[in-house]
Nanobody
Framework: QVQLVESGGGLVQAGGSLRLSCTAS????????MGWFRQAPGKEREFVAA?????????YYADSVKGRFTISRDNAKNTVYLQMNSLKPDDTAVYYC?????????????????WGQGTQVTVSS
């Protein structure tokens, strides 16, 4: 069982930056591939970024955030990060982190076993 807690959301102007954090409970954080998803009002939850287990050597991004967002992990702190730069109003959503006990990194929400409660990100124009 893994519990995930996100933090770092807030209100920012377009062009600004935020860094989201997701801290996991337990001693086996490194065995999980981690993902970030987001859900805007009236829309389905969508993939944002993912990072492979262990060293996090592999990362994946949605086309909409590629070049602006960076996912990383610190296994010593049981934490995965999402650095978001050049934010746009379209990035406004609740952001969720998720954990998947799998070697294969997936980009669909159904592939993840554990979810955090979400953190709101609002980008004003």
């Amino acid at each position: 069982q893994v519990q995930l807690v996100e933090s770092g959301g807030g209100l920012v102007q377009a062009g600004g930056s935020l860094r989201l954090s997701c801290t996991a409970s337990g001693r086996t954080f490194s065995r999980y591939a981690m993902g970030w998803f987001r859900q805007a009002p009236g829309k389905e939850r969508e993939f944002v970024a993912a990072i492979s287990r262990s060293s996090g050597a592999s990362t994946y991004y949605a086309d909409s955030v590629k070049g602006r967002f960076t996912i990383s992990r610190d296994n010593a702190k049981n934490t995965v990060y999402l650095q978001m730069n050049s934010l746009k109003p379209d990035d406004t959503a609740v952001y969720y982190c998720a954990a998947d006990d799998s070697i294969v990194v997936v980009t669909t929400s159904g592939g993840y076993d554990y979810w955090g409660q979400g953190t709101q990100v609002t980008v004003s124009s």
